[in-house]
């Protein structure tokens, strides 16, 4: 599950380094944030990589994690899209 949320921290990370240091504006260039889709992405991966690490015995653990984290980031993506919220 750490694997998981690390895999959410380095693209959060990197954008907060840009918005500091290459942003225009004082909004972000644009960018709107969603956080209930970027929680629901979290929160689907953490809880998908408990049985994806049980059903993969010999996948390394930040293996499993970016497993979990790129299906969940699709799954919710497909939701959202879907459902239609934005």
Do not use: C
């Amino acid at each position: 599950m750490m694997a998981t949320a690390g895999w959410y921290l380095v693209p959060a990370f990197l954008f907060v380094l840009w918005f500091l240091f290459f942003s225009r504006t004082s909004t972000g260039g644009g960018i709107h944030l969603r956080p209930a889709e970027v929680l629901t992405a979290v929160g689907l991966g953490l809880v998908l990589a408990v049985p994806l690490r049980m059903m993969t015995r010999g996948w390394q653990a930040m293996t499993v994690g970016f497993a979990a984290s790129v299906i969940s980031a699709g799954v919710t993506t497909i939701l959202f899209t879907g459902v239609g919220t934005t």
